[in-house]
């Protein structure tokens, strides 16, 4: 499966690509990271159909997490499963507005998050409309 991890921080994002690995779950297809550090990369792949999982980071400049969460699960066909990295635990109530599917916080935890994305990676296949 195809997971996108989204954040301007390349430390941010290597930290998350560790964090899932190749196989977050045991249960789960093996995953094929795509990194994006641009809002319009962003929103090109998950218009693509192409990605099964994202992983945003909230704290992104200038366009954050939260709102590109917001406008692809309003925009976006069979929008995949959106995993949210928040900074601040006051961030919650604005992961509740951008539709995120899941919020983890930071600094993170290498075995939430891996869960937290095996859990989403279940859902989307199950619920997958455009079959691959």
């Given at each position: 499966m195809r997971v996108l991890v989204y954040s301007d921080d390349a430390?941010?994002?290597?930290?998350v690509i560790q964090a899932i690995g190749r196989r977050p779950a045991a249960d789960v297809p093996l995953v094929?990271?795509?990194e994006c550090a641009t809002e319009p990369k962003v929103h090109q792949w998950?218009?693509?159909?192409?990605?099964d999982v994202a992983v945003l980071d909230g704290e992104t400049q200038p366009a954050g997490?939260?709102?590109v969460s917001r406008q692809a699960k309003d925009e976006v066909y069979d929008c995949p499963p959106i995993c949210l990295l928040i900074a601040r635990r006051d961030d919650r109530w604005l992961a509740e507005w951008s539709k995120a599917d899941a919020?983890?916080?930071q600094p993170l935890e290498p075995?939430?998050?891996a869960d937290t994305v095996a859990d989403?990676?279940?859902?989307r296949n199950s619920t997958r409309l455009n079959a691959k």
């Open positions: 430390a941010t994002r290597a930290e094929e990271i795509v998950l218009g693509s159909g192409e990605i997490g939260m709102g919020v983890v916080p075995m939430v998050l989403l990676m279940r859902r």
